[in-house]
């Protein structure tokens, strides 16, 4: 009989289809066979007891470069429950877009822990769009463009944007639009600092969620226009959510994300903590987070991912002044399974696929990734769904200064994360070394929203939204 390297015995096996006991026979950095009472030699035997074993969850939204570099940012994400990461690649006026790419692989090749793949952020898409196709046969099929940022220099007008997409299309990619109105925000923004109101407090009402639904209703526009897939990412509000369930019944490829910081934090955040609180789109209010939470489950949004973008801020530092973004990679996993699942949104298959198997179909990485099939890529990971404890800085991974959760009680933790039968976090120690992640080619966009809908189960109804 073949030996295998791993028997994962007495775990619940959680997949967007359903959950079931069983087995997980690993071989060869695959899943050899899955089953009740499997009895076969291996190198380990690990009895886990009726514990969750997911597939490995999917950060499909990371910002690999402020204080987390692509082997930070995926250490970070292993030791949540992550086993593969996607990874924004700025791409900056002047650069080009194939040779950015190529020193991103490089770099994830030689640092990263995790597989990974990459999108290309084009922050000046008039002279970056012809390098798309180049870029598509790197096996970088998605593209960043900023309806926001006017003041950072990375806003895409209405010209270059219907002309990046139409790009796109041809080319056989995916767009992703950072959808809020950039030019109306900063108006707002100058309004509110000349009557010397706190830009703290004004911050939520500087970028209404109003507004996101305008430029997602704008990008989706001239996206069905072009024919190109659309991925939109960072859905923070509930006319955003409102949006995406009303353009989506065109039948148009509008697959929509949100992110667990939207999911589990309001706008009390920016008062509390100031500058590290401060992140585009904006924390809002718990109206937004519950059509958020509804939303996904009921298949009106498909991905959850971090927006992982930590930066060196602290609350006493200028809030105008202060860059946007947070940690988010390590804490996602267990926000959305006490924010999630303990508390009745999401069924775990729904996590499931919200987690992992939509980001592997929407990336085109599917069945390798995103689920627990023979044959399947050994990315897998041992949930504790029974253990408590508190989220603080010490227990975090980043080199950010902070967390924006400190001292919340969660339940749920992943005891074993394995990468293609390699353990890379066990009992919250790394094992996993630098380099051992791949690059993976993606394929985005093809999938069909029907492929994307809830599968395993029905939606607790506890919500009229
Ligand atoms: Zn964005």
């Known amino acids: 009989m073949r030996r295998l390297d791993w028997l994962i015995r007495g775990g619940t096996v959680v997949t967007a289809t359903g959950f079931r006991p069983a087995d997980v026979a690993v071989a060869e950095g695959r899943v050899l066979a899955l089953g009740e009472g499997l009895s076969m030699p291996a190198r380990e035997v690990l009895d886990v007891d009726g514990a969750y074993v997911f597939p490995g969850f999917i950060d499909a939204h990371i910002h690999p470069v402020y204080v987390d570099d692509m082997g930070d940012s995926s250490l970070c994400a292993a030791h949540g429950g992550v086993t593969t990461v996607m990874h924004f690649v700025p791409v900056e006026p002047g650069e080009s877009l194939p040779q950015v790419l190529r020193s991103f692989v490089d770099k994830g090749t030689e640092a990263s822990v995790l597989d990974f793949a990459l999108h290309g952020a084009l922050f000046d898409p008039a002279s970056q769009a012809e390098d798309i196709p180049a870029a598509v046969g790197q096996g970088v099929t998605s593209f960043k463009l900023f309806l926001s940022y006017a003041k950072l220099n990375r806003m895409t007008d209405d010209y270059q944007l219907m002309r990046t997409l139409d790009i796109i299309a041809s080319a056989g990619g995916m767009a992703m639009v950072h959808a809020e109105n950039g030019l109306a925000m900063e108006y707002l923004e100058s309004k509110f600092r000349d009557e010397g109101r706190d830009p703290a407090a004004t911050f939520e009402a500087t970028r209404p969620g109003i507004l996101e639904a305008e430029a997602m209703n704008r990008a989706a526009a001239m996206a069905q226009v072009a024919g190109c897939p659309l991925y939109l990412p960072h859905v923070s509000s509930h006319e955003g959510a409102a949006a995406v369930r009303r353009l989506r019944r065109t039948g148009h490829r509008l697959y929509a994300e949100a992110c667990p ?110 689920t627990l099939e023979v044959g399947s890529d050994a990315d897998l990971v041992v949930w504790d769904p029974a253990a408590q404890w508190t989220i603080t800085h010490g227990t975090q991974h980043s080199n950010a200064p902070y967390t924006l959760y400190e001292g919340r009680h969660v339940l749920g933790r992943p005891v074993l994360v394995m990468q293609r039968g390699e353990t890379v976090v066990r009992e919250g120690e790394l094992v996993g070394r630098t380099g051992q992640g791949r690059f993976l080619a993606t394929k985005a966009g093809k999938v069909e929203l029907a492929e994307l809908q809830p599968k395993g189960g029905t939606w607790p109804q506890n919500w009229k939204g």
């Open 261 to 370: 910081h939207h999911l589990t934090l309001t706008q009390q955040a920016v008062l509390d903590l100031g500058a590290p609180a401060k992140i585009g789109p904006p924390l809002r209010n718990d109206r937004d987070r519950l059509a958020l939470w509804r939303a996904l489950g009921a298949g009106e949004l498909d991905v959850i991912a971090s927006d992982h973008a930590p930066k060196d801020k602290s609350p006493g530092d200028d809030f105008s002044e202060a860059a946007y973004g947070a940690a988010q990679t390590e804490t996602m996993p267990v926000l959305i399974y006490d924010g999630g699942v303990a508390t009745g949104w999401l069924t775990l298959p729904r996590m499931a696929q919200l987690m992992s198997e939509n980001q592997a179909r929407i990336f085109g990485i599917y069945p390798q990734k995103g």
